[in-house]
């Protein structure tokens, strides 16, 4: 049952013609740490003006369940944002396309194109066993020296994502990686930062930094996805998909009963470069994020890491590589990526949600059309949930059993009709990952360099800070 009337309107921050409530709302903090400070003002629910945007703030769980899950249906659109708008061409895509029933069927066949690569499968683990050797490699070629392991890891990660969406992998010094590489950072620099442009739109009309370089990123993808695609459409054979890619673009073309015929309506090439790009770009920025907080936080918790090491040695031993089937075995090993992604959540606000009609949050009447941003950040560190928020503690996620436990204010991944389509993907990837690296190699603190910082830089993803820590054969 809803929650009754609640007495009185929802607070709301003080706001001008125009500006909104921007003037109160200047970026001193990023935003889920500014959003969480105002809920300690205003109390979990408020709401204010981006411009002319009213836009209302979830900062409790209750909350989060009615928006996400309760009444998921109500608000799972998404608001209209012209950097976005450039980068899927107008929302040819999952993340950022606003609800219709088109999204929803494409939705639907990404989900299910992951099989091809899923669980139960070995393809998974032997690509990102074979990208992990190299990452060994790269990493130990630094012969315990200090590096910075966050390159490395972010081209190991490319290649597992390049052969899952293009049948493909790069060398290390391949010129078309570092392109990859570097379209994304810009990409993630500049994509829906609830910058100026995403608020007034009309700004696009004026000379913008942002939208230069952002177009200038969005081409150089373009060229390079549009020859994959080419080469694709040459060497694909009906009924044998390789990839993200071959799967997509058979589905364009429906044969006889096939079940996947309704997912693949109107698919056009458009649609299937935009969703190839989002998972390409999704699957690298994420899992790349997780897994340098995660060696962040191992290299400020040397115990931590001595603890996963001895029950991968107990588990697994050294004789042989890690495989999907030891996951049930590992449960520290879980506990440890649980944490990491509740402490620093690579999406603290998610994406932005909108009403697709006239509902209602904690019994506040809520008009269709409403902006609604999750505050993740904030039920993952409520002290009513945790005790000790601020501190890595990975025993959170284990009874005295040891046995795993999943506490409901976790939700890394958000929840509802919009959770993320990759979770159990990427699940998957970060445990093969981290268990491959951390049998053969520890990390540590560098003689006499300081801790890793653990503030993170905000861009559409919450990433580490580049941190040198010195990578040493197990
Ligand atoms: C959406 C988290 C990995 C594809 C999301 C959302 C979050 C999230 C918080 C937004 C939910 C919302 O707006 O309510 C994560 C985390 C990951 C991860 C923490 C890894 C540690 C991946 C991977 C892929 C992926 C590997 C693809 C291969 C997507 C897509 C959406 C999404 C397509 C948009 C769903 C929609 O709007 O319908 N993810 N994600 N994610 N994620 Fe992930
Ligand atoms: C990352 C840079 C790529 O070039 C484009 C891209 C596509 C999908 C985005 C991803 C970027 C960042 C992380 C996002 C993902 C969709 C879901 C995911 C926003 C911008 C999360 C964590 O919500």
């Known amino acids: 049952p809803d929650p009754p009337q609640q007495q009185g309107p929802m607070p709301c921050l003080p706001h001008l013609p125009l500006l909104g409530s921007l003037p109160w709302l200047r970026a001193h903090l990023p935003p889920h740490l500014l959003f969480t400070q105002l809920s300690h003002r205003y109390g979990p629910l408020y709401s204010f003006y981006l411009g002319p945007h009213y836009t209302v703030v979830i900062n409790s769980l209750p909350h989060v369940k009615e928006v996400l899950l309760q009444r998921g249906k109500d608000f799972a659109g998404r608001p209209f944002m012209v950097t976005t708008d450039l980068l899927t061409r107008g929302g040819k895509d999952i993340a950022f396309s606003d609800f219709s029933p088109l999204w929803k069927s494409h939705r639907r066949l990404v989900h299910s194109s992951f099989t091809l690569f899923g669980e139960g499968t070995h393809k ?9 050797d190299s990452l060994c490699d790269e ?10 392991p966050g390159p490395a890891v972010s081209r190991a990660v490319t290649n597992v994502v390049c052969t899952l969406v293009f049948s493909s992998t790069y060398g290390r010094h391949d010129p078309e990686l570092a392109q990859v590489m570097d379209y994304n950072n810009g990409i993630v620099e500049t994509i829906a930062g609830g910058g100026l442009l995403d608020i007034y739109p009309w700004l696009k009309l004026f000379p913008s930094e942002v939208l230069r370089k952002l177009r200038e990123c969005i081409s150089v993808r373009d060229r390079l996805l549009t020859r994959k695609l080419e080469e694709h459409k040459a060497s694909m054979m009906e009924g044998a998909p390789r990839d993200l890619l071959d799967a997509l673009m058979q589905a364009q073309r429906p044969q ?22 989002e998972t390409f770009g999704a699957g690298v920025e994420t899992t790349s994020t997780t897994l340098l907080w995660i060696l962040a936080y191992l290299v400020h918790h040397p115990q ?19 495989c999907v089937s030891d996951r049930p075995h590992l449960p520290y090993l879980d506990s440890v990526t649980n944490e990491g992604l509740r402490i620093r959540p690579v999406s603290p606000v998610l994406i932005p949600h909108t009403a697709l009609r ?16 999750v505050n993740m950040w904030a039920i993952h560190h409520d002290p009513k949930h945790w005790e000790q928020p601020d501190l890595f503690k990975p025993e959170r996620f284990l009874d005295d059993k040891g046995c795993r436990v999943t506490p409901p204010s976790f939700l890394p991944f958000g929840a509802g ?3 993320c389509v990759g979770e ?3 699940r998957m990837e970060l445990f093969l990952f981290l268990s491959s690296l951390l049998q053969r190699m520890s990390f540590r603190l560098p003689d006499g360099a300081p801790p890793p910082d653990l503030q993170g830089r905000v861009g559409v993803v919450l990433q580490p800070a580049s941190a040198p820590c010195s990578p040493r054969v197990q």
Do not use: N, Y
């Not at 931590?304 to 890690?322: A, I, M, N, P, Y």
């Open 358 to 373: 006239d509902s209602s949050i904690g019994g506040h009447f809520i008009k269709c059309g409403t902006r609604v941003l």
């Open 139 to 148: 990493l130990q070629g630094s012969g315990g020296a200090a590096v910075d």
């Open 124 to 132: 998974l683990q032997d690509i990102v066993l074979s990208a992990v």
């Open 304 to 322: 931590v890491q001595e603890r996963v090491q001895k029950e991968l040695d107990e588990v697994v031993g050294r004789g042989r590589g890690v």
């Open 417 to 419: 009709p919009r959770v």
């Open 256 to 277: 006889g009963q096939r079940s996947a015929q309704q997912e693949g309506e109107g698919l056009t090439d458009d649609h299937v470069l935009m969703i190839a790009a």
């Open 424 to 426: 159990s993907l990427a």
